[in-house]
Nanobody, 119 residues
Framework: QVQLVESGGGLVQAGGSLRLSCEAP????????RRWYRQAPGKQRELVAT?????????AYADSVKGRFTISRDNGKNTMALQMNSLKPEDTAVYYC???????????WGRGTQVTVSS
């Protein structure tokens, strides 16, 4: 059952920027592992960025997006975002947000939003 909602995808030229957003119910957003994944046609789903919160906030990025993408969260709005700069054609994929309840080993997903980068 899909409970997260992504938005912000679209078509952009190489070198451009997009900002993806993911909204979640408060009952789910409170879990402390939040991620963005992507899946290109014919490829496996790839972890793009992770933000974990607890005593301190930690960030992690795939090597392919380091320095270009930034993950963030807004606890007041129950949203997370992925700011994508200097986009490349190889960033073309469907992007999914994910929130994980680590205690129950349960994942929550959105339906995905398409990002297409033209050369």
């Amino acid at each position: 059952q899909v409970q997260l909602v992504e938005s912000g995808g679209g078509l952009v030229q190489a070198g451009g920027s997009l900002r993806l957003s993911c909204e979640a119910p408060g009952s789910i957003f409170r879990y402390n592992v939040r991620r963005w994944y992507r899946q290109a046609p014919g490829k496996q789903r790839e972890l793009v960025a992770t933000i974990t919160s607890g005593g301190r906030t930690n960030y992690a990025y795939a090597d392919s997006v380091k320095g270009r993408f930034t993950i963030s969260r807004d606890n007041g709005k129950n949203t997370m975002a992925l700011q994508m700069n200097s986009l490349k054609p190889e960033d073309t994929a469907v992007y999914y947000c994910n929130i994980r309840n680590t205690f129950a080993a349960q994942d929550y997903w959105g339906r995905g939003t398409q990002v297409t980068v033209s050369s």
